[in-house]
């Protein structure tokens, strides 16, 4: 039987500072198949970093199992078959683009050809142009670029698409799902849902170091299934909202009020025939629900693409890990 690309079994992992032990990861579990493209997606502090750390061996676990193709971390980024790209670092600014990936290019023992992966990440027609130079999302490509040399079997990239455009970030995703299909496995953690849904085949999103949820995007968007119903409607009166058959929770800000509910209608037709409600609008939930249900906590992509959010007032259940 083939290894799994990634094994994390029970991991801890521990840090102290001055204000207390902090569990940065806790008894995560967790396999990756190869071919698998996975996003980690959490809130800030959630782990997702110090879990790429340990999964490379940069950090120790205090306890528990870690394996990259049934490999010790550093046993298996020392043949070449992991590579990583982080948010930060690395990177000589007064070097070009082509002579830094020229310089680690021949740290490795067997390499794809450097204008393979400079054409694969991009940036071919920056190669004669000094790092220092670059954008933030060319030298992101670059660090991409110098991740695809050793042709790994695992990629693992922490945010890869900081700094990038819209297009940048569009053929990057293009290069990761043409690897997938000849066998690359990717896991990257990122704040962007639209990334993930997009782009993944697996979501596993963690909170407080544990893995909360586990599935395709469409299981995951599923755990947060019903309707969300919003209304101008001055003097709300919450409880007999909440007593509507199938509401799970009534939110009252000002004159808006909103209701997460399974049964949509009926909220609906209570606003409008019972109350004088305006401006009723019903949608559907997303991603970023369910991410909000699941962590408790509103993403980056919320905090910029809207300007309040309903946070579950009960646990959800369902392909809950
Ligand atoms: N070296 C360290 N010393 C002390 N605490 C740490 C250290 N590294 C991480 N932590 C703490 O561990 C927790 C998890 O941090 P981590 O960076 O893994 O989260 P993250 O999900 O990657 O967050 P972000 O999305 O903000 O990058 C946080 O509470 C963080 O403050």
Redesign the pocket.
């Known amino acids: 039987m083939t290894a799994p690309a990634v094994l994390l079994d029970d991991v801890v992992k521990t840090?102290s500072?001055a204000g207390g032990d902090?569990m940065?990861v806790d008894h995560l579990t967790l396999q990756i198949q190869p071919g698998e493209v996975v996003a980690f997606l959490?809130?800030?502090?959630?782990?997702?970093?110090?879990?790429i750390d340990v999964l490379l061996g940069l950090a120790e676990p205090d306890s528990g199992t870690v394996a990259v193709h049934g490999m010790k971390p550093r046993a298996a980024i020392a043949r070449g078959s992991v590579s990583a790209v982080m948010q930060t670092g690395g990177l000589l600014k007064d070097y070009t683009v082509g002579e830094t990936v020229e310089l680690v290019a021949s740290l490795h023992p067997s390499s794809r050809p450097v204008g393979e992966v400079l054409e694969r990440a991009g940036i071919a027609d920056v190669r004669s142009r000094l790092v220092g130079r670059c954008s933030g999302g060319q030298q992101q490509r670059l660090r991409f670029a110098m991740a695809l040399l050793s042709d790994p079997d695992l990629l693992v990239l922490d945010e890869p698409t900081t700094g990038m455009d819209v297009e940048g970030r569009r053929d990057f995703w293009a290069a990761i799902r043409a690897d997938a299909v000849h066998g690359r496995t990717t896991l990257f953690?990122t704040?962007y849902l639209e990334e993930a849904d997009a782009y993944a085949d697996r979501i596993v999103l963690?909170r407080r170091?544990r893995v909360v949820a586990d599935g395709t995007p469409a299981e995951i968007k599923a755990l947060s299934s019903g309707r969300l119903v919003r209304a101008t409607l001055p003097s709300a009166d919450g409880t007999a909202l909440a007593r509507i058959p199938g509401v799970e929770s009534v939110e009252i800000r000002g004159d808006v009020v909103s209701v997460r509910a399974n049964d949509s209608d009926a909220v609906a037709r209570y606003l409008l025939t019972s109350t004088v409600a305006r401006d009723v609008e019903v949608t559907s939930r997303n991603l970023e629900d369910a991410f909000v249900a699941l962590t408790g906590s509103a993403s980056d992509a919320a905090l910029t693409s809207d300007t309040e959010r309903v946070v579950a007032d009960r646990p959800t259940e369902g392909v809950l890990a």
């Open positions: 840090f500072s902090v940065a959490g809130p800030n502090g959630a782990g997702k970093t110090t879990t953690a704040h963690v170091g």
